[in-house]
């Protein structure tokens, strides 16, 4: 059974800092692409970073000097580190693992920035 947990989440000021995180288990982790999205109220999901399995990374232009994503392939987990966050920062994160066809979701994080 695959599952992705996604921890971390909460209520910080603009300017503050969060680090969420995602453990894996079911899958043969190091093999996979993960990626964080989010999700605002009455918006698309949208991509935030992703890392592949040999730890190229990608990010969102809106988040790109803030966010740092990593992946641990021994603890099977990926980390998403936000520095400087912005009230437009607030959504639901989730996590997704992608292998070719094969994709999984977690149940998500609500990060709210606001003072």
């Known amino acids: 059974q695959v599952q992705l947990v996604e921890s971390g989440g909460g209520l910080v000021q603009p300017g503050g800092s969060l680090s969420l995180s995602c453990a894996a288990s079911?899958?043969?982790?190091?093999?996979?692409?993960m990626t964080w999205y989010r999700q605002a109220p009455g918006k698309q999901r949208e991509l935030v970073a992703g890392?592949?399995?040999?730890?190229?990374?990608n990010y969102a232009d809106s988040v790109k000097g803030r966010f740092t994503i990593s992946r641990d392939n021994v603890k099977n987990t990926v980390n998403l580190q936000m520095n400087s966050l912005k009230p437009e920062d607030t959504a639901v994160y989730y996590c997704?693992?992608?292998?070719?066809?094969?994709?999984?979701w977690g149940q998500g994080t609500q990060v709210t920035v606001s003072s």
């Open positions: 079911g899958i043969t982790f190091s093999s996979y692409t």
């Open positions: 997704n693992a992608r292998l070719l066809a094969d994709g999984y």
């Open positions: 890392i592949t399995r040999i730890g190229s990374r």
